[in-house]
């Protein structure tokens, strides 16, 4: 039997904050899951919302007063936000996305006249501060933003990380500094504008070619920039910076000063020169205190680092090379390890520490880049469920066993699931398996005009599935950055997401494709590939593009339905497996190349022999 990892009661932070809003006289307090970059995946130092409540996952914003306590998350984590928080008094607020501002809302509508909100301003975005600032104060609530309680009352944080700051040598960058600051110069320019605050760290470090390890699985580091036309300054903590790459980027004319000098020299910067700040990816406290004239769009870096290179994806291809030779000695390790379950205990953990240790066989491999999914039956339900010491199932009898992974290497960043039966599957299952897999076929063989914003192409992959009257509450597809954050933007595949002119697809850009089905309390079944925009081709209808599909491994045909599959359906992934076959066969020897071939059969062929191959 599963026990959660909160099996006692976390109670304390809960009580500490409520005394210590009771004194200052606050009457709610917000807690974002963020910190002043605004990140998803977070440093220990700013885990607050999980410190406070004791929930694991990455998204989800908190509400305290003195008579409430709750979480607002999205679908992804409803089951995993019920089970961590039993017994903790607070409430699990259901949202319909990680972008859902129901929280504020509930605020503005519960709340007296004459309360106060309390928010570290270092943790919200100027886009959101405003949001709560047209929402709460026609109510005549205040909003208080230099008062971090929770951080106040967490006596044990950790330190922020000092992990040092690497240069990624131009043969694995592709681009020099001086010429990504020519780009982003250029933008300026159209803005109008002197000046650029960049805080999102992934836009840091392809920017400057520097890579980092302040947050777990991703390769950057804690800092802020600001960038003029004719100069630019990094603000990063003492130490990061060794003495000789502080000469170096001084040579490309970059300048490294204290990561806590940020705000001051914002305001010194002359009222009539022009401040370009990404609303979105600012935090308020940091935008207020410049003085210089505030012009908002989105980060020009957020546009240039989202379509790859010629050079970027030829290193892209070649990890995925990599990566798919690891999968291919896991898979076959997995097998083996299945069979013998008779013999030996095989749990989730088990495939973590499995799949990670195949991957750093290589010399390219960093890390993880992101923390393993490994989720048999019930457990593959939660989409962003984590196997733990304390909390994990032993993989016995029969059903599915869900599989979501990724790796960090110095040429490219990996995302890809896998769903492998155990025992034998029921035809439910295999049904579920089936139009899963026709959705993600059916987004990976679509063509679409150049521009079409990311979210309009969601119903194609949900097709199927909305056939079945079966739906998934996440996002198809999220960008993917080279050698960097696995969640990357400007582009989405969601209807849920707005259709903005920001999210248009561009040749080059990296999307994951990852459409899923899952029953509560019994199984949950996701395949994911990333895929790369192409030219598909131009006509009289304007230019055209098409998806590459880049990640490299067999999907496994052991649960596939053939008759519920049209013909060009297998066609494709007949296909797809002929190419995993060309591309992976001279990486492989032994057993994994064994593997390999036998899951890359023709699919009619394989299942004519049984189907348990």
């Avoid at 490219?412 to 579920?432: K, L, S, Y």
């Amino acid at each position: 039997m599963n026990l959660p990892d909160n099996s006692q009661p976390v109670r304390a932070p809960l009580a500490t904050l409520r005394a210590a809003m009771h004194a200052q006289g606050v009457t709610a307090c917000l807690v974002p899951s963020a910190d002043p970059h605004l990140s998803e995946y977070l440093p220990d130092h700013w885990q607050i919302r999980q410190w406070l409540t004791g929930f694991t996952g990455s998204v989800g914003t908190v509400v305290v007063t003195a008579d409430f306590a709750g979480l607002w998350v999205d679908s992804r984590y409803w089951v995993q936000a019920e089970t961590e928080l039993a017994g903790t008094g607070f409430t699990v607020m259901k949202t319909t996305s990680a972008a859902d501002p129901s929280h504020a809302t509930w605020l503005a509508h519960r709340l007296p006249q004459g309360a106060v909100v309390s928010v570290d301003g270092r943790a919200l975005s100027l886009m959101a501060r405003d949001s709560l600032v047209d929402l709460l104060h026609p109510r005549g609530i205040a909003l208080l933003l230099d008062l971090d309680l929770p951080g106040a009352c967490w006596l044990d944080r950790p330190a922020l990380p000092a992990a040092p700051v690497r240069d990624l040598p131009l043969e694995l960058a592709g681009e020099t500094r001086a010429a990504k600051l020519g780009r982003l110069r250029e933008a300026m320019r159209g803005h109008k504008a002197q000046w650029h605050l960049i805080s999102t760290l992934d836009d840091l470090a392809w920017l400057f070619n520097l890579r980092g390890a302040d947050v777990s699985f991703n390769p950057v580091f804690l800092g802020h920039a600001l960038v003029g036309l004719e100069s630019a300054t990094l603000f990063v903590g003492a130490g990061k910076i060794n003495p000789a790459l502080e000469r170096t980027l001084a040579e490309d004319g970059i300048r490294v000063e204290a990561y806590e000098r940020a705000a001051s020299a914002l305001g010194a910067l002359p009222e009539s020169d022009i401040l370009l700040v990404d609303p979105a990816r600012v935090c308020c406290i940091l935008a207020d205190a410049a003085r210089a004239h505030l012009v908002r769009a989105m980060n020009p870096t957020q546009f240039f680092k989202s379509q790859k290179t010629d050079f970027e994806l030829s290193r892209v291809r070649r990890a995925m090379e990599i990566d798919g030779a690891a999968l291919c000695a896991f898979f076959a390790w997995l097998d083996t390890a299945i069979a013998d379950r008779a013999r030996q205990t095989l749990t989730e953990l088990m495939i973590d520490e499995a799949v990670t240790r195949e991957r750093a066989r290589h010399a390219d491999f960093v890390s993880r880049s992101f923390g393993t999914i490994a989720a048999f039956n019930a457990n593959g339900a939660m989409p962003h469920y984590r196997a733990t010491a304390r909390s994990h199932a032993r993989i016995d009898g029969h059903g599915l066993l869900l599989i979501d992974s990724g790796a960090q290497y110095l040429g490219g960043t990996t995302d890809i699931t896998r769903v492998v039966p155990v025992g034998t599957p029921t035809r439910e299952q295999m049904e579920d398996y089936t139009a899963v897999l026709r959705a993600m076929i059916a987004l990976s063989r679509l063509r679409f005009p150049r521009g079409v914003a990311a979210p309009m192409l969601d119903v194609v992959a949900r097709a199927p599935l909305w056939d079945r009257l079966a739906d998934y509450g996440h996002g198809t597809g999220h960008g993917v950055g080279y050698y960097l954050n696995v969640h990357e933007g400007p582009q989405v595949i969601s209807y849920r997401a707005a259709p903005l002119p920001h999210t248009a697809m561009q040749p080059g850009m990296i999307t994951s494709n990852e459409p899923g089905l899952y029953r509560p309390g019994r199984w949950g079944v996701r395949i994911e590939n990333l895929l790369c925009n192409r030219i598909a081709g131009e006509s009289e209808f304007g230019e055209f593009l098409e998806f590459e599909s880049l990640t490299l491994c067999p999907i496994d045909t052991r649960c596939v339905l053939p008759e519920q599959m049209r013909a060009d359906e297998i066609a494709w992934l007949d296909s797809y497996h002929a190419e995993v076959r060309q591309r992976l066969a001279p990486h492989l020897g032994g057993d994994a190349l064994g593997w390999m071939l036998r899951r890359t059969e023709p699919i009619l062929s394989a299942q004519s022999e049984g189907g348990r191959l």
